[in-house]
């Protein structure tokens, strides 16, 4: 199972930007499809990004098309969240999650890494 470990979250003001990054420890990474989930206090998780194994194809919530992108480089094990014009309502912890079809689907979470939008 692979291990996720996220890194880039923090605080930062209303319209600024933040990078998010996840390393995944395997070495079949590119075929794992990846995703950005968020939590914020007192609600459910909610997917955020999803990337497909070649990065060729990339869907997003509605809440933030226009302004967050997704992104890997399967050469480095790497998932990216670049995100632009941030606003309060974005402030959650971000998580990584990787998918992997094995006959069954194998799901990995990294830990979670806090971003808060505030003045």
């Known amino acids: 199972q692979v291990q996720l470990v996220e890194s880039g979250g923090g605080l930062v003001q209303p319209g600024g930007s933040l990078r998010l990054s996840c390393a995944a420890s395997?070495?079949?990474?590119?075929?794992?499809?990846m995703d950005w989930y968020r939590q914020a206090p007192g609600n459910r998780r909610e997917l955020v990004a999803t990337i497909s194994m070649r990065g060729t194809s990339t869907s997003y919530a509605d809440f933030v098309k226009g302004r967050f992108t997704i992104s890997r480089d399967n050469a480095k094990n790497m998932v990216y969240l670049q995100m632009n014009d941030l606003k309060p309502e974005d402030t959650a912890v971000y998580y990584c999650?990787?998918?992997?079809?094995?006959?069954?689907?194998?799901?990995?979470w990294g830990q979670g890494t806090q971003v808060t939008v505030s003045s």
């Open positions: 999650h990787g998918q992997f079809w094995a006959g069954t689907w194998q799901e990995s």
């Open positions: 395997t070495s079949i990474f590119s075929n794992y499809n």
